[in-house]
């Protein structure tokens, strides 16, 4: 059975496509076959985030035409085998994507038996963003504990409750996850950032991981190595945990608590 | 975080932004789901009850409430104190 993930937040810049990538590595890292769909229309980088920008020659856009296969336009990642990427068109045409188009490659990656296709959605609430979570049965909502990430949060569960395959045909609905990224321990200590139970409360929604503020998130994108890889970082362990728990697995959060720091660093400050 | 700060009370920040958030997606779930005339309705109330009296924007709430078999359309105006004020 294939299950469809969007990966979504309405704000930009809070962390989708390094979710994307990160989460569809730890799947495949466990052996599933995934396809990773970048949704952004006109501004592709989940190609970068990946590391296959040099391979990318047809995309979604070319799969929708009819200018070849989805095999031909599907990037075989090469250090997971049974990861795939399909890059996003750098067209401006808006309306390059269309619902049947859509609808038809997520039929033929089904018919292909890939466990988890994750479509990494743009930004904002318009139609890329529609398109990216209209066929999903699961939805990863990515927050930064900041308060326009979160009322925006909050309008695009909305839309997965009203605007989506699932809710339009009363399917049960899209399961909802909340992801926190940027989670600064120090700074919730503080009081200066909102807490994970503060978020949670807000949004009434269930959490599957809390990714720690981390320079290892910017090196992970310089190199194109999805942070998940980086076997010494904390947010690589965090989004582990949260690939985990997508599994069904149990797991409690960590890294919500600032590493101890000794007494001569707490009262002088560092 | 150095000495002096230990001194130093602050205003909790995170608090403010987890009650201000509260409200604000308390009112926005509100309104979805209403129709769309909903804002263009309570916008042109809002003139009309201008005309009369000089009240503040946030002073007009319009509620959707839906209850089994009907909906009631919930306006409610917080006049100011003074009339013209």
Do not use: W
């Amino acid at each position: 059975m294939t299950e469809i993930i969007v990966v979504t937040s309405g704000k930009g810049g809070v962390g989708k496509t390094t979710t994307s990538a990160s989460m569809a590595c730890g799947l495949a890292r466990r052996g599933k076959r995934v396809a990773v769909i970048d949704f952004d229309i006109g501004l592709r980088n989940l190609d970068l985030i990946m590391g296959c920008e040099r391979r990318v020659v047809y995309d979604f856009v070319n799969v929708i035409n009819g200018d070849c296969t989805l095999k031909q336009a599907l990037i075989k990642d090469k250090r997971l085998e049974t990861l795939h990427v399909l890059a996003a068109s750098q067209t401006r045409d808006k309306d390059a994507l269309t619902e049947e188009g859509v609808r038809r490659v997520l039929d033929e990656l089904t018919a292909e038996q890939f466990d988890y296709i994750i479509c990494d959605s743009p930004a904002g609430i318009e139609k890329g963003a529609h398109l990216a979570m209209y066929f999903a049965d699961r939805a990863v909502v990515v927050v930064n504990p900041e308060v326009s990430s979160v009322r925006d949060s909050d309008r695009i569960l909305g839309l997965l409750a009203s605007k989506t395959h699932r809710s339009a045909n009363g399917n049960g609905g899209v399961k909802e996850h909340l992801l926190l990224t940027r989670y600064n321990p120090r700074r919730v200590a503080n009081g200066e950032m909102m807490s994970v139970g503060d978020v949670k409360e807000i949004l009434g929604l269930d959490v599957i991981g809390v990714v720690p503020e981390s320079p290892d998130v910017l090196a992970a994108s310089n190199a194109g190595v999805p942070v998940i890889l980086n076997e010494d970082s904390d947010a690589a362990a965090a989004y582990g945990d949260a690939v985990a728990r997508l599994l069904g697995e149990e797991l409690p959060l960590r890294f919500l608590e600032e590493p101890k720091r000794g007494f001569f660093a707490r009262m002088f400050g560092g | 975080m150095g000495l002096l700060a230990l001194f130093r009370s602050k205003p909790n920040s995170a608090s403010i932004a987890k009650e201000r958030l509260r409200i604000i997606v308390a009112q926005e779930r509100g309104g979805r789901g209403g129709p769309d005339y909903l804002p263009l309705l309570r916008r042109e109330l809002l003139q009309v009850i201008h005309k009369y009296v000089n009240v503040d924007p946030e002073a007009v709430q319009i509620n959707l409430e839906r209850e089994a078999g009907h909906e009631v359309l919930e306006l409610s105006v917080a006049l100011p104190e003074k009339p013209g004020a």
